[in-house]
C-alpha cells in the first residue's frame, strides 16, 4: 500500500467513525499532503466538505463507504 493510500483509509476511517461529520482540526496531520489527500477524495467522490448547521465539516459519502468496505 502506497503512502497515498494508506493516508486516504485514514482519512475515510476517520470520517466513517464521525456521523457528525469531521471538521478539518479532528484529523491527525493538518500538512500539504494531507490537504491533497482530502481533496483527491473529494474529488474522487468519496467525500464531501459542506456546510451544515454545526459548521462546515468533511463527510464520507456512500462511495467512501464502498471503498472503505471493499476487501484489500
Not at 5 to 30: C, I, Q, V, Y
Not at 41 to 60: F, M, T
Request: hydrophobic content about 30%; overall charge positive.
Amino acid at each position: 500500500m502506497t503512502d497515498y493510500e494508506s493516508a486516504k483509509m485514514r482519512f475515510l476511517t476517520t470520517l466513517a467513525r464521525n456521523p457528525d461529520g469531521a471538521r478539518r482540526g479532528e484529523f491527525s496531520a493538518t500538512t500539504r499532503e494531507a490537504g491533497r489527500v482530502r481533496q483527491k477524495c473529494r474529488k474522487e467522490g468519496l467525500a464531501v466538505y459542506e456546510e451544515r448547521s454545526s459548521g462546515k465539516r468533511w463527510h464520507i459519502t456512500d462511495a467512501g463507504r464502498a471503498f472503505l468496505s471493499k476487501p484489500t
